[in-house]
């Protein structure tokens, strides 16, 4: 077979001739019916870019990954790729500059004359770009390396090596990549994205060295990465993006155990739906930050109930003991105890929830002052930070709303439905309905009016001034409606009123007509955007 694929193998990373960003696995060597001398069957990547799904006039010769991923070639049409020494050389070369090189280092003068830039001059390039050795960070993404070459000859090259990017190549198999982390004990940044990775991990000594490992998009699965403990134990963050890793599989106990100095652990874009995999993390003891942006999670809990000491019988250690970034955006939370459960995480600052049901005001979700005063530890909300002026108002305003939609007399049905509500109550002053000054005692919200600016946005509306004016709570959001009409002379024009939130990047639509000021948690202070509909 070997003989007819000339030189090929199955299993072989491949990427067609000419174009490295094509990149494929061999599936099949051999003969295909009704058409001369030697092919090879390739299982293109991503799931297309194919003829066929491996079988060609009514014959199965493989089973490619998708209905139009796979495709014969001549072993011509394709190519196995370089070595990694070949490709730095190719991407940093030093005297072999293309024209449209050549013409970045000159600018052109008024009267169009070429003037050469002193600052990025040809010889001041070939100068630095001849000492490898100064090389620090290095990017051979997309240029069909599949080996890492003679270790010697790697580490002679650039021994300073830092970082190395790796995106798009075609290896696949852990010994090259333990061979090249041990060829350079400076490397502590290896980005492996978009390399079909093999699950089946061979020994290696400990890579102490590697700090941060990219696997994003590389097919691996959880029981891969819980082999890739022993050799990075040495890890700092591990990024797993886009590897349809929705189960954690654990061989032994309930908990992930090792990767103890893992600070960032990022699984975006992995299909989990269920939290309880999650879990799994609980005894991650240096975890500070977990990124799950872009899954399919519906709740989140802190797991309150489990022991209060680890897997490993460590004492008084809590889960998540050290958590605190969580992203958690466009997922499909749409509960407020998921919400509240947040408020568990012992060290957790740092929350995204955007793009989920429950922060989408549009589909029934809450606005952000709803959020703030609801996360009562949280200091950057969406990636804003939330001030301490923030969050008073938010608490207050919060308050002023459940008080406004109270669904019940009974404290204990109010403690279940909004946790901190009595809490800010006391905190913030409130008795009723009003917060204190340093210097009055409480005031109920009900006695006396609230001050709201309203500014006119309107194209059609002409120049206006912002209008201060005091109404009371009870004001509904279509009395608002008409007032402004009256206050501005904005008769036959259809309005829409938006409210104006720090720390929220659009103002908020109010669209019920018959929610009054005190529902809606607007207080004095408030701005009030009046434009008009289309």
């Not at 495709?71 to 030093?94: E, K, N």
């Amino acid at each position: 077979m070997a003989a007819a694929g000339a030189g090929f193998r199955l299993g072989q990373r491949v990427h067609a001739a000419g174009d490295p960003r094509r990149a494929g696995t061999v599936r099949y060597l051999g003969p295909v019916d009704g058409h001369a001398g030697d092919w090879v069957g390739v299982d293109w990547d991503g799931g297309a870019g194919g003829r066929h799904d491996g079988s060609l006039a009514g014959r199965r010769y493989f089973a490619a990954a998708g209905e139009r991923s796979a495709s014969f070639a001549r072993p011509a049409a394709l190519s196995p790729g370089i070595a990694l020494p070949d490709a730095i050389r190719l991407r940093y070369r030093v005297d072999d500059f293309t024209k449209e090189e050549q013409d970045e280092m000159y600018v052109f003068s008024t009267s169009q004359k070429r003037v050469s830039v002193e600052l990025v001059g040809t010889n001041k390039v070939r100068e630095k770009l001849k000492n490898f050795d100064e090389l620090l960070c290095a990017s051979v993404s997309f240029m069909g390396v599949s080996s890492t070459g003679s270790p010697e000859e790697l580490q002679g090259l650039v021994p300073n090596l830092r970082q190395l990017d790796l995106t798009g190549n075609l290896f696949s198999k852990w010994k090259d990549i333990f061979s090249l982390c041990q060829a350079l004990p400076s490397l502590e940044v290896l980005d492996l994205t978009n390399n079909r990775m093999e699950n089946d991990v061979a020994e290696s000594t400990l890579l102490k060295n590697i700090r941060v490992l990219v696997l994003n998009n590389c097919g691996v699965t959880w029981e891969l990465v819980g082999k890739l403990k022993v050799p990075f134990a040495c890890l700092k963050e591990l990024h797993l993006i886009w590897n349809n890793m929705n189960i954690i599989t654990i061989p032994v106990g309930k908990f992930v155990q090792g990767f103890n100095t893992v600070r960032l652990l990022n699984l975006e874009d992995n299909h989990i739906v269920s939290w309880d995999e999650m879990v799994k993390l609980s005894y991650l003891r240096s975890l500070e930050q977990l990124h799950l942006n872009k899954n399919k999670i519906k709740h989140v809990r802190y797991p309150s109930n489990l022991p209060s000491s680890g897997p490993l019988g460590d004492v008084s250690v809590l889960p998540f003991e050290k958590l605190q970034v969580l992203l958690l955006g466009s997922n499909e939370i749409e509960d407020f105890l998921s919400v509240d459960s947040l408020n568990l995480f012992p060290s957790l600052m740092d929350v995204r929830i955007s793009d989920n049901p429950i922060a989408d005001p549009a589909k029934g979700g809450a606005p952000r002052f709803v959020l703030v005063a609801r996360l009562g530890n949280v200091k950057i909300l969406n990636g804003s930070e939330v001030s301490a002026r923030e969050r008073r108002e938010a608490e207050i305003r919060y308050i002023r709303l459940v008080m406004g939609k109270a669904e019940s007399d009974d404290p204990e049905v109010i403690k279940q439905l909004h946790p901190r509500f009595a809490e800010l109550k006391a905190l913030h002053g409130i008795e009723d309905e009003k917060p204190t000054s340093r210097t009055l005692g409480p005031q109920k919200m009900s006695s006396g009016l609230i001050g709201i600016t309203f500014k006119c946005v309107g194209p059609s509306m002409g120049e206006k001034q912002p209008l201060t004016k005091k109404l009371p709570s009870t004001t509904t959001v279509g009395k608002l409606k008409s007032l402004c009409e009256s206050f501005f002379k904005l008769k036959e024009i259809k309005l829409r009123l938006f409210l104006e939130e720090e720390g929220c990047p659009l103002p908020q639509l109010l669209d019920e007509e018959t929610a009054s000021l005190m529902e809606l948690g607007i207080g004095a202070g408030a701005t009030i955007i009046v434009d008009e509909e289309n």
